[in-house]
């Protein structure tokens, strides 16, 4: 079974950044398509960022300029540079592949952003 985990968040100051890191049991990202996840209380889940297995990424239009997802196919770890952090970014994070049906929600990292 594969395991995600997640790590990096904290808390952070409006306009601050971070790198968030998710680190897979098994070399997953050079096969599936996968992407960070964020959940604020009384809130859907939403799609922040995907990347596919061959390197192309799409946004959510709220992170447009603002996140970059990336990928270590070596090291088995995907990333996401946040930057010019908002309140409105407050949220557990988390990252995920359909693997074939099954999606290894890991227990997130919380990402807080207020002054």
């Known amino acids: 079974q594969v395991q995600l985990v997640e790590s990096g968040g904290g808390l952070v100051q409006p306009g601050g950044s971070l790198r968030l890191s998710c680190a897979a049991s098994g070399s997953i990202f050079s096969i599936y398509t996968a992407g960070w996840y964020r959940q604020a209380p009384g809130k859907q889940r939403e799609l922040v960022a995907e990347i596919t297995s061959g390197g192309s990424t799409n946004y959510a239009d709220s992170v447009k300029g603002r996140f970059t997802i990336s990928k270590d196919n070596a090291k088995n770890t995907m990333y996401l540079q946040m930057t010019s952090l908002k309140p409105e970014d407050t949220a557990v994070y988390y990252c995920?592949?359909?693997?074939?049906?099954?999606?290894?929600w890991g227990q997130g990292t919380q990402v807080t952003v207020s002054s």
């Open positions: 995920n592949a359909n693997l074939g049906g099954y999606r290894p």
